[in-house]
């Protein structure tokens, strides 16, 4: 991607390599919640990328370097019939 702006700075972006770090976690059904299983995803997506800026015929690389955490959880719902009805877990 490539970009000049109004103080006559080119500026080029170049993507190096992205990256994704992950752990996974199983969920457990659980009894009279409606819930028959999961799991969560726990992980960083690491973004490498090298931005060059021109001026005048200066010339500058940078490395930028990110990591952005992301969870997921996903739920595989149960089926329930008419007569059937999801009552809700307490703690006492």
Do not use: R, W
């Not at 994704?20 to 409606?34: K, L, Q, V």
């Not at 090298?50 to 930028?64: A, D, H, P, R, Y």
């Amino acid at each position: 991607m490539k970009q000049e702006n109004e103080n006559g700075y080119e500026i080029e972006v170049e993507q190096i390599e992205t990256k994704i770090e992950c752990e996974s976690c199983c969920i457990s059904p659980g009894e009279h919640t409606g819930i028959s299983g999961g799991v969560a995803l726990t992980g960083f997506i690491d973004v490498e990328k090298i931005i060059t800026v021109k001026n005048n015929g200066c010339k500058e690389k940078l490395f930028l370097e990110k990591k952005l955490p992301f969870q997921i959880v996903i739920l595989n719902l149960g089926k329930q019939t008419d007569n059937e009805q999801v009552k809700p877990k307490y703690s006492s």
